[in-house]
C-alpha cells in the first residue's frame, strides 16, 4: 500500500506522499504530518453518497434494506479535510456525524461490472457524512442542505492504493469516546457493486468521491465537540465542531425545525414517535403533528 495527501506547502495546494511521520513533495521539500496543513486528498467533479448500507444501521432504524442501493448527492462545496472545522450554522442544533469509508476513482468508467470495478478505483480514505438535519423536514429527498451545506463532507487524511476493503474496522469516536464500532463485512453492498451500479448511467471521473455507508449510532455533536473516524489500514480523519459566524436567514426559505421527523433522525432512529412528537422551533408551524395536542404532550410526557 501507499498513500498520498494533499497539503499547502509554502501557501499552495501541494500532492506529498507519506513517508512514516514525514510528507515528501514531488522536489524533496517535506513537512512533519502533524504539522501540515491537510486538505481533501483529491479533487472531485462530484461526491454521490449511498444512504443504507450497513445491517446495523438497517436494524437501529426497525426498517429493512431496499432491493437495491439507493444515493443522494453532496456539492463539491461541502468538501474539507482532516483537521479542518466542520461549521454547524448558528441557529441549527441537530449535526450528525457518520464515519464513513471513501472511495476515490482513478480512471474514467462507464457501463462497466462489478468484477471490473476495481481497476477503475485510484483507492480509498476516510470520510464523515456530516448531516444537519434541521433541515430534513424540507430536503429529506434531496438532502442537498441537510448533507450538503459546506464544510459537511470532510475526507482525508489521505489517499491509499492497493487497500482491501474486505473485513476492516470502522469506528468513530467523539471526544474520546468510540461511538460507531463496525466492520465493512455488515456492508449489504460493496465497494465494486457501488461504482458499478453508479457507473451504469453516470460517467465517473478521477477523482470523484463515493461515500459507501455508514454503521449504526450516527448521534448529534455539538460545538467544541472532536470527532475522529478511523477505518483500519485507511488512518484517522479528525475534526473540530464551531459555530457558524452567521445566523441562518430569517427573510428567506424554510427555517430550521424540530418535527418528530427531525428529533427520531437525530437521536437515533426513535421511531415509534414519528408522527405523535409535536413540532418544535422557529419552522413548528410549517410542519402539522399527525395528532392533536392533548395526545401529542401526553406521549412526550
Not at 191 to 199: G, N, P, R, S
Not at 240 to 261: F, H, K, L, N, Y
Request: charge should be negative; charged fraction near 25%; hydrophobic fraction near 35%.
Amino acid at each position: 500500500m501507499s498513500e498520498t495527501r494533499r497539503i499547502l506547502l509554502d501557501g499552495y495546494p501541494t500532492e506529498v506522499r507519506r513517508d512514516g511521520d514525514v510528507l515528501v513533495a514531488g522536489d524533496g521539500r517535506h513537512v512533519k504530518i502533524d504539522e501540515a496543513v491537510h486538505l481533501a486528498p483529491v479533487e472531485p467533479t462530484k461526491i454521490i453518497c449511498i444512504h443504507l448500507n450497513y445491517q446495523s444501521r438497517v436494524t437501529e432504524f426497525m426498517g429493512k434494506l431496499p432491493p437495491a442501493p439507493t444515493y443522494f448527492h453532496k456539492p463539491i462545496t461541502a468538501l474539507t479535510g482532516h483537521g479542518s472545522d466542520v461549521v454547524r450554522p448558528e441557529g441549527c442544533k441537530w449535526l450528525n456525524f457518520e464515519g464513513e469509508i471513501a472511495i476515490v476513482i482513478g480512471k474514467t468508467c462507464r457501463n462497466i461490472s462489478a468484477d471490473e470495478a476495481g481497476d477503475y478505483i485510484a483507492g480509498y480514505s476516510v470520510g464523515n457524512d456530516y448531516g444537519l438535519h434541521d433541515f430534513r423536514d424540507t430536503d429529506a429527498g434531496s438532502m442537498l442542505r441537510v448533507k450538503g451545506s459546506d464544510t459537511l463532507c470532510p475526507i482525508g487524511p489521505g489517499l491509499v492504493t492497493d487497500w482491501d476493503f474486505r473485513g476492516k474496522q470502522i469506528k468513530t469516536i467523539v471526544n474520546g469516546e468510540v461511538m460507531q464500532d463496525a466492520t465493512t463485512d455488515e456492508m449489504e453492498w460493496d465497494m465494486h457493486y457501488i461504482v458499478a451500479d453508479l457507473a451504469r448511467t453516470i460517467t465517473l471521473v478521477p477523482g470523484d468521491i463515493i461515500l459507501s455507508g455508514t454503521p449504526a449510532n450516527s448521534r448529534t455533536v455539538y460545538p467544541g465537540d472532536v470527532v475522529t473516524v478511523e477505518v483500519e489500514g485507511l488512518g484517522a480523519l479528525t475534526n473540530t465542531i464551531v459555530t457558524g459566524p452567521t445566523p441562518i436567514r430569517a427573510d428567506v426559505g424554510a427555517q430550521p425545525s424540530e418535527s418528530e421527523e427531525v428529533l427520531s433522525t437525530a437521536q437515533g432512529g426513535d421511531w415509534e414517535f414519528r408522527g405523535i412528537r409535536k413540532p418544535m422551533g422557529a419552522g413548528a408551524k410549517l410542519y402539522a403533528t399527525t395528532v392533536g395536542e392533548g395526545e401529542a404532550d401526553s406521549k412526550n410526557g
